[in-house]
């Protein structure tokens, strides 16, 4: 096996997405990218645009399924596969409504507390033991329905913040590489 990372920031594909809570996962991955330094490029499987190189001095590939959300583990497995990346070293940034907007949370395995692309790498990777980067979007307003919700973009007050939580959110991936998840929740759990 390999000491590389593979970084997966969720989302759906397509400029009607892209602006949307669902995408925050692509919006770190963007980030990221910007870091290394690299341009996105297609895998050879056409599931997936990615970037390698090198993140925080380690070697790393971020990626972005290009299926729907829903249907993320089949690329995400497949990269972890071409790169003989362990779920030790699989970070998936996504979203999360359980954490209010603004706040972060980083974790190793657990639930999938109704995130259906966490589902779908569940059932892709045959576990749920890799690392998540959870950067909170809070519950919908009212009686709003939550796909409605996550499908919808920020709002223009969060939009001006959006852009803190990202960056704070791409930290957090490299905290985690270079030292561990203890340091890195408490530096960024809050």
Same mark, same amino acid.
């Given at each position: ?5 593979? @970084? ?5 594909? &397509? ?5 949307? %809570? ?24 056409? %599931? ?9 001095? @380690? ?7 290009? =299926? ?5 583990? /089949? ?23 359980? @954490?209010?907007? /603004?706040?972060? %949370?980083? $974790? ?5 507390? #109704?995130?259906?692309?966490? $589902?779908?790498?569940?059932? =892709?990777? /045959?576990? &749920? ?12 307003? #009212? ?13 223009? @007050? ?21 030292? #561990?998840?203890?340091?890195?929740? =408490?530096?960024?759990?809050?």
């Amino acid at each position: 096996m390999t000491d590389q990372w593979l @970084i997966v920031g969720l989302g759906n594909p &397509g400029p009607t997405y892209s602006t949307t %809570r669902h995408n925050v996962g692509y919006m770190v991955a963007e980030v990221l990218a910007g870091r290394m330094g690299g341009s996105w490029k297609a895998h050879k499987s056409g %599931r997936a645009d990615l970037v390698e190189g090198q993140l925080a001095g @380690i070697k790393a590939v971020v990626a972005r399924p290009r =299926s729907y959300m829903n249907e993320s583990g /089949g690329p995400v497995a497949g990269l972890a596969q071409y790169y003989k990346v362990e779920p030790d070293h699989l970070i998936v940034v996504h979203d999360e409504l359980d @954490i209010d907007f /603004g706040a972060l %949370r980083t $974790k190793f395995g657990g639930g999938d507390n #109704g995130h259906n692309g966490l $589902k779908s790498i569940r059932q =892709s990777l /045959g576990t &749920g033991d890799y690392y998540r980067v959870r950067v909170g979007l809070g519950r919908p307003p #009212g009686r709003q329905n939550t796909a409605d919700f996550v499908l919808k973009s920020y709002t223009p @007050i969060e939009r001006r913040d959006l852009p803190t939580y990202v960056e704070e959110a791409a930290d957090a991936v490299e905290s985690l590489m270079q030292h #561990g998840l203890e340091a890195t929740q =408490s530096a960024y759990n809050r």
